[in-house]
């Protein structure tokens, strides 16, 4: 088993910067990629970006490509989430997200191997 504990989240103000962690701990050796989504209020949850835990390609859904950036330190087990010139959209729970054993992770989200819990960022001036 694995498990994530996502931290960073809070108020903060459109144009400003937040950065998310998702600190990995059990079996995170087998671990084939990590990724985040976000979940708005009464919207369905949304996929962010995604990172491959060994070569650490990335990729970005377009409606945060260029604002938002992942990366991950194995070594410290964490992954990231840099989003700068955050707006009003923004704002939803944010989920760390990750699979393991070769298996892509879904941007549909479904089948993913293990979820954090989970934690809110709200964009408001």
């Known amino acids: 088993q694995v498990q994530l504990v996502e931290t960073g989240g809070g108020l903060v103000q459109p144009g400003g910067s937040l950065r998310l962690s998702c600190v990995l701990s059990?079996?995170?050796?087998?671990?084939?990629?990590m990724g985040w989504f976000r979940q708005a209020p009464g919207k369905e949850r949304d996929f962010v970006a995604r990172?491959?835990?060994?070569?650490?390609?990335?990729t970005n859904a377009d409606s945060v490509r260029g604002r938002f950036t992942i990366s991950r330190d194995n070594d410290k087990n964490t992954v990231y989430l840099q989003r700068d010139t955050l707006k009003p959209e923004d704002t939803a729970v944010y989920y760390c997200?990750?699979?393991?054993?070769?298996?892509?992770?879904?941007?549909?989200?479904?089948?993913?191997?293990?979820w954090g819990q989970g934690t809110q960022v709200t964009v408001s001036s």
């Open positions: 997200a990750a699979t393991d054993n070769g298996k892509v992770l879904p941007f549909s989200g479904t089948g993913v191997d293990f």
């Open positions: 059990g079996r995170t050796s087998r671990l084939y990629m």
């Open positions: 990172i491959y835990r060994h070569s650490g390609y990335a």
